[in-house]
């Protein structure tokens, strides 16, 4: 018998209390040598300052750190104190909290009932967000400018798009390669798994590295390589040898793009990609409207003055086209609905959003760099702890209500109740069950995902089963 919306609520909160309890804490920060003796600044008290109490860890002022402390928790503290216990060990420990909340998948969600669950059994999507950092810190965050001063983070996260969960999360020097990363992510995926891959993590080896493990692949492809079809005229030399340069020969995408009209798609089914060692797969070219193809070119203008590039003029021509490359069957994935699956990969840009205007994981002043690590892995954790929360809420509200909730709304919600769950997790699991059930109220009453651009959701994307809500009129 399916579980009631307050039972549920019960598991959530007993899974929360055992992760954030003292005893817990107190293991990890002995572990990682944050504790060795007894303080009244206790683990509990300095990951909860940093997770649930301020998102500004970085930016606000000692002194305002030590009122919150004694505020909420009744811990008075100096400020150099204080200061004293953003240490190595103090990121050390924090680290260690993520880590663990990652591997064991904390308040995991079940995958959301769809029709491709019957073809992939993950939808993976890669991505990163980068953000600047006072010069000073450029000898371990090294930036992805020139300069050898320019200091940077960047952050890479794969995510699973059906239940939520974070694969992974690395943090380190902007100046990182995505591509190098993108090739590190293909050797963990699994038969059957889905991957989203940004141009950014385009590389052909990694998609044959997909395939030899029985996964598939949708990307776009890189304008810079060329494309070849077999050339059913092969030449030969006098002594009757095959002539290799003949075997294929070279596609004009400008040509199959004058061809077509907008809206237009057309598949290739076979193409093989490389100069050297051809990469077989199937292309799919969709033509872009005049008001698509002007807005992509503004674009890439601002992208030439922003980076002090110049795009080469057969770029620019074959703005008009989007080419999708992918090797899914057509009984799993028309080519009608790349395009739609391919704009999945929009949903990491949404959580990255989140990061930086609702956690203010990219703020940041010139102050000891420890205090500056402990603010973002708090925050991640933080992040972490609020985007389970939201699959979760966002799988009940579907389940309960057959209601499909905004990602961002949600998560906008969740963080509204943090100090609420602060003060809660330091008491009973019932008091943090009270919590999340006044929290999924407030979800359903204003997280919904309203349609009001006539723009298709996720739901409707993978082909998920609920009532819509439409578009509001403007209050009188």
Known sequence: MPLSISEEMHLLAQELQRHFSPSQLELLARQTGFV?????????????????????????????????LDATNHLSMSAEGLNQRFNPSAVAFLQSLFSTLLQEKILASFSLPCECTAYFHRIRILDSTVFQLPDPYADRYHGSGGSS????????LEYELKTGEFLQVDVGPGKNNDGLYGTKRAKTVEKGDLCIRDLGYFCLNDF???ERRGAFYVSRLKLNVRVYEKNEEIEQFKDGKVKKQSLY???????????LQPGEIVELPEVYLGRYNKFRTQLLIYKLTAEQTQKRL???????????????????????????????????????????????????????????????????????????????YGQLIAILLSS??????????????????????????????????????????????????????????NGCKSHRYEKKTVFDILGVVYEYTQKSQPAA
């Open 149 to 156: 001063h320019t200091a940077g983070m960047k952050i890479q």
């Open 388 to 445: 389970s929360l939201m699959f979760q809420m966002r799988r009940l509200l579907l389940m309960k209500k057959k209601k499909e909730a905004s990602e961002f709304k949600v998560i906008c919600i969740v963080k509204e109740y943090f100090l609420s769950l602060h003060n809660a997790i330091k008491k009973q699991v019932q008091d943090v069950g009270r919590v999340l059930l006044q929290l999924f109220r407030m979800i359903e009453k």
């Open 36 to 68: 060795q003796r007894k303080s009244k600044c206790t683990s509990q008290d300095f990951a909860f300052l940093c997770i649930f109490l301020n998102d500004h860890i970085a930016t606000t002022p000692l002194t305002r750190l030590c009122s919150q």
């Open 208 to 210: 044959e590295e997909m």
């Open 298 to 376: 503004m674009m890439r203008a601002k992208q030439e003055k922003k980076k002090n590039i110049t795009y080469k003029e057969r770029i620019k021509r074959l703005s008009a086209i989007n080419i999708y490359m992918t090797n899914t069957p057509d009984v799993y994935l028309k080519k009608e609905h790349i395009h739609d699956l391919y704009s999945l990969r929009w949903q990491i840009e949404i959580l990255f959003k989140t990061w930086k205007s609702i956690f203010h994981i990219d703020q940041c002043k010139l102050i000891k760099i420890e205090r500056f690590e402990c603010h973002v």
């Open 249 to 259: 020969k070279e596609l004009d995408l400008e040509e199959i793009m004058n061809r």
